[in-house]
């Protein structure tokens, strides 16, 4: 069985480079303002898999993710400990991030 690969474009993150279109035109396109469009619904048969990861990796914004699945017997996602915010430093209003000015 081949490993299964999609994509998914941040729209909001592209710059406009069009490496993505350069590497993989079958699957970018670019708009008319130059800003790269996903063609498809970012399922990549396995014979395009070189051209797209290679787009994916070029992009120098990062705006192409490779989309993997969850499986219910993968590990959990760890949890996120917050900030404790009444212990959080400030001076005239603004955070302290340990670090010189």
Not at 5 to 28: M, S
Not at 53 to 80: F, N
Request: include cysteine.
């Amino acid at each position: 069985m081949t490993d299964r690969l999609r994509i998914k474009l941040d729209r909001t993150l592209c710059d406009g480079f069009g490496i993505c279109a350069k590497h993989a035109p079958e699957y970018f396109s670019l708009d008319d303002w130059g800003y790269a469009v996903l063609v498809g619904d970012g399922d990549i048969p396995e014979r395009d898999h070189d051209a797209v990861q290679r787009a994916l990796m070029d992009c120098p914004v990062h705006a192409i993710m490779e989309l993997t699945e969850r499986r219910p017997d993968d590990a959990p996602i760890p949890e996120v400990n917050e900030p404790d915010l009444d212990q959080l430093k400030t001076e005239d209003n603004e955070a302290e991030w340990g670090f010189s000015r």
